[in-house]
């Protein structure tokens, strides 16, 4: 797989220990090499220390796995602003996480009279969470149990 571009995210912390970042992009390779784009993410990333008063923190690299021209959801439930909310935590550092997955299919995944999703007995949430715990790490690299999930509202 060719990978055209590879998009830098440079996180900073300034003295209040806030947070900010800025984005960039680098080429990629013809190949599913990506040597030469990590060493230009680095190159990028240290110069761009050079010019801030603020501590670089951590340079991050994405790139496209799949990519096609997406069509339009035909539900007009399909909406950003709910999300099905989960929550796992690291099984060695006991560290919590979470993930937002927006427009969750409600048909699938809501019960009445609450926000919980079943984590078990819905056999939907539960083949997710096969999938999760099976692929997923945390931030330190450890395994993942996923803990919770839910539906929230208004999310940006």
């Not at 090499?33 to 990590?38: E, P, Q, R």
């Not at 019960?111 to 819905?122: G, L, R």
């Not at 083949?127 to 996923?146: R, W």
Request: net charge negative; with cysteine.
């Amino acid at each position: 797989m060719a990978i055209a571009v590879v998009r830098g995210t440079q996180t900073f912390i300034d003295h209040s220990r806030e947070m900010s970042s800025t984005k960039f992009y680098v080429a990629g390779d013809a190949a599913d090499d990506l040597t030469a784009a990590m060493a230009a993410l680095n190159a990028v990333g240290v110069a761009l220390g050079v010019v801030t008063l603020c501590t670089p923190s951590k340079t991050l690299a994405s790139f496209p796995i799949t990519e096609n021209e997406p069509d339009i959801p035909a539900s007009q439930y399909a909406q950003r602003e709910v999300a099905l909310w989960i929550q796992y935590v690291d099984t060695t550092t006991t560290e919590y996480e979470t993930m937002q997955v927006p427009g969750p299919n409600l048909l699938l995944l809501a019960q009445a009279n609450t926000d919980e999703v079943d984590i078990v007995s819905n056999l939907t949430m539960a083949a997710l969470v096969l999938v999760l715990e099976s692929d997923l790490v945390s931030k330190a690299g450890n395994e993942i149990a996923v803990t919770r999930a839910r539906i929230i509202g208004r999310r940006s």
